[in-house]
């Protein structure tokens, strides 16, 4: 049984449109988080979901809008997808916010491609 | 803000031999430190943590990590590299207070040699 579980695992669009990644995860866990890694893989935190309500909020554009229904589930939707928002995206769950107890435990990323 | 360094973009070792995998840190006040792997495709795992005590932590697949607070570094060392361990590892540091943000590095490739 999945961990953490991201839907879709590869996403091709064109640009200009809009675009979901699901995540859940069945660990019991409070806080959830989208990163993304791009081409060069760095890795950057964009959002935090603590129960439900939003802790970590980066500078993204806001044409990125997480939502959290429940605290096992964290979707990301990206409106008017542009050429630079390609990238893997990683959804992560921890126990507690910053993951000091046994870490993050991540999805397997779900690659976006916009054409 | 806290940040961390991966000096080696890519770390060559022959298998059999010691691996090290640097890091190094900043950040105020006492620093929570981490080591991640990914492997191709898939999502990173957690390998260790240091958050207090024995400056030698051991993690999972036989790593550890040596915490040198006068250093502000967090190496990964394994004592014989596996090929199967080849994959990218990533340092991160979680800040102190707040919301306890986590930061990666960049990530450096281990590329163990048959």
């Known amino acids: 049984d999945t961990a953490v579980s991201q839907t879709p695992k590869y996403l091709v669009t064109q640009m200009g449109n809009d675009k979901s990644i699901k995540c859940e995860q069945n660990?019991?866990?409070?806080?959830m988080y989208w990163y993304k890694q791009d081409s060069k893989k760095f890795l950057k935190i964009m959002f935090s979901?603590?129960?439900?309500?939003?802790?970590i909020n980066e500078t993204v554009p806001n044409r990125f809008s997480p939502k959290s229904p429940d605290k096992a589930h964290l979707n990301l939707h990206i409106n008017s997808l542009e050429l630079g928002d390609s990238a893997v995206y990683f959804c992560a769950s921890s126990q507690a916010a910053g993951g000091t107890s046994y870490g993050y435990t991540f999805g397997s990323g779900t690659r976006l491609t916009v054409v | 803000a806290q940040s961390v360094a991966q000096p080696e973009d890519q770390v060559n070792v022959a298998e059999g031999n010691p691996l090290t995998v640097k890091c190094t840190y900043s950040?105020?006040?006492?620093?929570?430190l981490f080591w991640y792997v990914q492997y191709p495709n898939r999502g990173l795992q957690f390998l260790l943590k240091y958050i207090t005590g024995d400056n030698l932590v051991k993690g999972s697949y036989g790593f550890e990590a040596e915490f040198n607070k006068s250093q502000t570094s967090f190496h990964l060392k394994k004592p014989s590299a596996l090929v199967s361990d080849s994959a990218l590892y990533f340092c991160a540091v979680r800040e102190t207070g707040g919301y306890q943000k986590v930061t990666f590095g960049t990530g450096t490739k281990l590329q163990v040699i048959p």
């Open positions: 979901y603590n129960n439900k309500e939003l802790i």
């Open positions: 950040v105020s006040g006492n620093p929570y």
């Open positions: 660990l019991g866990h409070d806080t």
